[in-house]
Nanobody, 123 residues
Framework: QVQLVESGGGLVQPGGSLRLSCAPS????????IGWYRQAPGKERELVAA???????NYLDSVKGRFTISRENAKNTVYLQMNSLKPEDTAVYYC?????????????????WGQGTLVTVSS
C-alpha cells in the first residue's frame, strides 16, 4: 500500500519561505504525476503545483514566480518551495501521487493523498 508522509508546514511571517516535503512509501511501479493541493477554511481544494513524469510543471496563477515544485527521482520525494508567502497562502497543503502500484488484485493505477500539513502566514 502506498502512503505519503508530508512535512515542512508551520507558521511564517508574510514574505517568508517554507519548503514542504512529501515522501512516499510502499510499492510504486510508475508515477504519472504529482501535485500539491491546498484547502483554505471555507474554500474548495485547489491545485497549486504539479509535475509530470517527464518533468513538465504547472502552477496556479497566484503562486507563479513564488512557488517551485521539484522531485528527487531516486526517492520519489517531492518538494514545494514557497517563497514570498502571503496571508492568502494560508491553508492545509496536501500532496497527491498518481501511480501504478501492486495490489491484491494485481497492478492498479491509483491516486494517493498525504495527510496534509498546515501552512499559516501571519504576522
Amino acid at each position: 500500500q502506498v502512503q505519503l508522509v508530508e512535512s515542512g508546514g508551520g507558521l511564517v511571517q508574510p514574505g517568508g519561505s517554507l519548503r514542504l516535503s512529501c515522501a512516499p512509501s510502499g510499492s510504486i511501479l510508475n508515477i504519472y504525476g504529482i501535485g500539491w493541493y491546498r484547502q483554505a477554511p471555507g474554500k474548495e481544494r485547489e491545485l497549486v503545483a504539479a509535475i509530470t513524469r517527464g518533468g513538465w510543471t504547472n502552477y496556479l496563477d497566484s503562486v507563479k514566480g513564488r512557488f517551485t515544485i521539484s522531485r528527487e527521482n531516486a526517492k520519489n520525494t517531492v518538494y514545494l518551495q514557497m517563497n514570498s508567502l502571503k496571508p492568502e497562502d494560508t491553508a492545509v497543503y496536501y500532496c497527491n501521487f498518481d501511480v501504478d502500484t501492486i495490489t491484491s488484485l494485481g497492478n492498479r493505477r491509483i491516486e494517493v493523498w498525504g495527510q496534509g500539513t498546515l501552512v499559516t502566514v501571519s504576522s
